[in-house]
Nanobody, 112 residues
Framework: QVQLVESGGGLVQPGGSLTLSCAAS????????MGWYREAPGKQRELVATIWSNGRVHYADFVQGRFTISRDNAHNTMYLKMSSLKPEDTAVYYC??????WGQGTQVTVSS
């Protein structure tokens, strides 16, 4: 089973940017769907963005054009480029493969 490791989280000021990475332990070429989810304190885990193997993407309504999901099959990595970050984006961000496998998460904190 593929293992996923997120990185790139941190503390950023409102309006700032971060790029998250999700590195897979094996080829992601055959993974049909990958996604980013987030979980804020006291809230349920929610979908942020999804990308399929054919390149089709889907974003949650709250993204509002601020985030971009991508995948690099050659380097077995998925990305989430986030800009115009808001305090309400503060959460642990998780990557997922085929709605089955989760990474350990990376903390994103948006605060002045």
């Amino acid at each position: 089973q593929v293992q996923l490791v997120e990185s790139g989280g941190g503390l950023v000021q409102p309006g700032g940017s971060l790029t998250l990475s999700c590195a897979a332990s094996e080829s992601i070429f055959g993974i049909n769907v990958m996604g980013w989810y987030r979980e804020a304190p006291g809230k349920q885990r929610e979908l942020v963005a999804t990308i399929w193997s054919n390149g089709r993407v889907h974003y949650a309504d709250f993204v509002q054009g601020r985030f971009t999901i991508s995948r690099d099959n050659a380097h077995n990595t998925m990305y989430l480029k986030m800009s115009s970050l808001k305090p309400e984006d503060t959460a642990v961000y998780y990557c997922n493969a085929n709605l089955r496998t989760w990474g350990q998460g990376t903390q994103v904190t948006v605060s002045s």
